[in-house]
């Protein structure tokens, strides 16, 4: 009898677990909607950024929204960047990036239609604060691996004291 309770027990905590995670970009962005801020840029917006940042990839962007939420502890940074990590994937994003620079995280996923980039997902984390980049661009493969080789653990931190 224990272990029918006990097993019941773990089936429903798995149940509930999957439950809470997103399964698409707007399941996420309602999720988190009333604990973010949202700031759509313009591609002007994005070309002065790219130069006062000094990295290309600003360059190809059409344009973005900023997503940000403030005031995250360290347990609510991981519950935001696996629910966005679930969301791209249940959109059939692909993962192209994922790197770790002391306490921040930086993922990049990307969406190919005909052979060309048109979608792009940044997911950056640190200092209690979650920044999602969500931004529509079109480009090779090659381009964006250029701009990517480009950026260095020093962006990312600068990207993550942005969000102080």
């Known amino acids: 009898m224990k272990k029918i309770i006990g097993l019941s027990l773990v089936m429903v905590l798995i149940t509930f677990a999957s439950c809470s995670s997103t399964k698409n970009m707007q399941e996420f962005y309602s999720k988190y909607d009333s604990q973010s801020t949202v700031i759509p840029l313009p591609s002007f917006a994005l070309k002065l950024a790219g130069k006062a940042g000094g990295t290309d990839l600003f360059n190809y962007l059409k344009s973005a929204k900023v997503f940000i939420i403030n005031d995250a502890g360290e347990g609510k940074q991981k519950r935001v960047m ?7 994937r249940g959109e059939k994003y692909e993962n192209l990036v994922k790197l770790k620079a002391k306490n921040n995280n930086l993922n990049v996923a990307i969406k190919e239609n005909g052979g060309r980039i048109n979608k792009m997902i940044f997911g950056i984390n640190g200092l209690n604060n979650v920044l999602v980049l969500d931004s529509n661009l079109n480009i090779s493969r090659a381009e964006l691996d250029n701009a ?4 260095n653990t020093d962006d990312i931190q600068e990207l993550a004291n942005i969000l102080k």
């Open 82 to 88: 696996r629910d966005l990590e679930s969301s791209v």
């Open 148 to 151: 990517l080789d480009k950026i």
